[in-house]
């Protein structure tokens, strides 16, 4: 299947100018990769499936258009540039901290041509802190830490009344993460099961945030992953 018809198979129908920004996407994705490592799926079905497809589902599960999202460690991109390209009326700020994926993603969104795009170097622990805390109606992040750490990680980037979307495979439930939800102010709002056209289940979690995160988290990154909250 190309990409107009992966998108198709969830009766998603794409804009001309929607399909064009998704072809240059996979085609500059695969060029980039010869040289710096960025994924391990190369094939164009499946990146139209596993990247794009699965990056723009969870926003279809979100009753209203959000004015901003935040994307935490999104490498490649992922999934915050499918919902940027699909949302252009959300301004989407992409956090990386690796210098190799940052080079890719500036001459990404300026490939594609996204204005709503912003790009930014930093960790998010460290970031956490600062003027960018409590101040996105959504934040996303795909699967690149358990649970109970990706929460920590992310939570405190949340605004009261947002949502944190989790995404996640079928290995984890959200008792893996429930503690760890509930101490960084935030409660399961949703929980959405879905299959992809090539078989792969996805969990995605919709956390809701009730509270404001303590002011002690995010802790380090070391604390973090030595002792995740329980």
């Given at each position: ?7 198709k ?7 001309k ?8 996407y ?14 391990a ?20 599960f ?8 935040l ?11 499918p ?36 790009v ?5 622990e ?32 949340v ?72």
């Amino acid at each position: 299947m190309n990409i107009d018809e992966v998108f198709k198979t969830q009766k998603i129908i794409l804009s001309k100018t929607e399909l064009k920004q998704f072809s240059t996407y996979s085609t500059f994705l695969r060029e980039y990769n010869e040289k710096v490592n960025l994924t391990a799926i190369t094939d164009p079905e499946e990146i139209a499936v596993k990247h794009f497809l699965d990056s723009v589902l969870p926003l279809t599960f979100i009753a209203e258009d959000a004015e901003n999202l935040l994307d935490i460690g999104t490498g490649a991109g992922f999934p915050g540039v499918p919902m940027a390209i699909m949302n252009p009326k959300t301004r989407v700020t992409l956090l990386e901290a690796n210098g190799k994926k940052i080079a890719f993603l500036n001459e990404l969104v300026s490939r594609l041509s996204l204005p709503n795009v912003t790009v930014l170097s930093g960790r998010a622990e460290d970031l956490a802190a600062g003027p960018l805390r409590e101040s996105f109606e959504i934040v996303t992040a795909r699967a690149f830490a358990p649970f109970s750490q990706l929460v920590e990680y992310t939570m405190p980037f949340v605004s009261p009344g947002g949502n944190l979307l989790v995404m996640k495979g079928s290995s984890e439930t959200y008792e893996d993460g429930a503690s760890a939800v509930e101490a960084l102010g935030g409660d399961l709002e949703d929980f959405v099961e879905y299959t992809l056209p090539n078989g792969d289940m996805r969990r995605l979690f919709i956390i809701e945030k009730i509270s404001k995160t303590p002011r002690k988290y995010p802790r380090s990154n070391a604390l973090i992953k030595k002792s995740p909250l329980k």
